[in-house]
Nanobody
């Protein structure tokens, strides 16, 4: 079971990036998937999540209206489309999977349900 996060880079403010989280060893259709981020010197924070089957989606207030989480039809990749990026979005972004099937919905206020993590991809927003 592995998650691979990719798509980070250096961009200017107000630019866009799309992060990808690809799973191997299991299908994302049966897992809640979340994106977390960690900026230097700060705690890891939840950004967005999508429940298994893509039924529910949640966003942190700080990214609401700018970021969109989605999944592909094959069921093994989840995307985070990030628009209108700000310098404060600079962080390492991690995707994580909750495969337990305990909860009916995903969560971004805690990391505990997520047992599988990708390696992180760095997003730097700077002029």
């Amino acid at each position: 079971v592995q998650l691979q996060a990719s798509g980070g880079g250096l961009v200017q403010p107000r630019s866009s990036l799309r992060l990808s989280c690809t799973a191997s060893g299991f299908t994302l259709d049966y897992s809640h998937i979340a994106w977390f981020r960690q900026a230097p010197g700060k705690e890891r924070e939840g950004v967005s999540c999508i429940s298994r089957g893509g039924i529910l989606r949640y966003y942190a207030n700080s990214v609401m209206g700018r970021f969109t989480i989605s999944g592909d039809n094959a069921g093994n990749t989840v995307y985070l489309q990030m628009n209108s990026l700000k310098p404060e979005d600079t962080a390492v972004y991690y995707c994580a999977a909750d495969t337990s099937r305990v909860s009916h919905t995903c969560a971004i206020d805690r990391t505990a349900p997520y047992t599988d993590w990708g390696q992180g991809t760095l997003v730097t927003v700077s002029s």
